[in-house]
């Protein structure tokens, strides 16, 4: 026990270190990846890409990758969809820092506070520790969970817009490029940032199917298949757009309708919280109190 918590803090140590800025030299690629990528700094197919600062740094992150939960697949697809750039090593490592930042505190604040008392460390605070790792590992999931939820809320808020926006220039006789660089200079956001990512694909030689195809694992919703779905047919069988993205954009209104319900029950037991607990007590007490005075008054 006395050599495993040195140990422990020597590891978090070393993590924390490893990640100072001047363990991370700027170099050249990095310089010229947002130039290259030219779409908010987006990684570039024709930079390499880059572990961190070494090899120390990489042999960390396939320690990440073989010590914490696999599926990198899975995490490669919500840091795709949350609109986060890192890599799944990199998130790993991150994970595999915070586990153990948060092990080390905890066998601080009990080895701290076991010889301010005169004692010795016992079981419980190798459960602590152990806790503290599993709450810094699960927190930085959790942090990634937040952020892909509020990417997907954004994401059912701007997508009616762009959809009618989108069929205003095809209408107008754009082609889908072009209608969509329109679009995504015009609407920013997340929609309009992962428009000028398509256009800027294709603009590289990408196939406009496939940036496409492409675009549902960077924007979560359904919304957005269906319109992948659509303007594919329509450009492989040459099928008419507008209508299909009129009657699409009508259905993502009427689904914000619903959501807007559905979050407006959910919401309303809520309410009752304040109502029952905070106001009915203050109204019951001072309806009562005039009428106890009184009978305190009255009765001797």
Known sequence: MRLLIPLIAGMGIALLVSGLPPLHPTRFAHRVEPYLSGLGGRPSALV??????????????????????????????????????????????????????GGCCVVSLGLAGRLAGGGRLGPPVVVAALLGAVSGWVFVDRRLALALSRRRERVRQ??????????????????????FARVGSSLGGEVGREFLFVVGSVRGGVPMVQALRELPARLPGTGVARLTDALCVGIERGAPLADTLRAQADDMRAETRRYLL?????REVLMLIPVVFLIMPTIVAFTLLPGLVSLDLLVP
Request: hydrophobic share 45%.
């Open 48 to 101: 390499a890409a880059q572990g961190g600062a070494g090899p120390y740094r990489a042999r960390l992150q396939r320690l990440a990758m073989q010590t914490l939960p696999s599926g990198p697949n899975a995490v490669r697809e919500r840091l795709l969809a949350a609109g986060r750039s890192e890599t799944v090593e990199s998130f790993r490592l991150d994970q595999l820092m915070w586990a153990t930042g």
């Open 158 to 179: 701007e997508l009616p817009v762009a959809l009618d926006l989108l069929t205003l220039s095809i209408m107008a006789g754009e082609a889908i490029p072009q209608a």
């Open 262 to 266: 559905e979050s407006g029950g959910r």
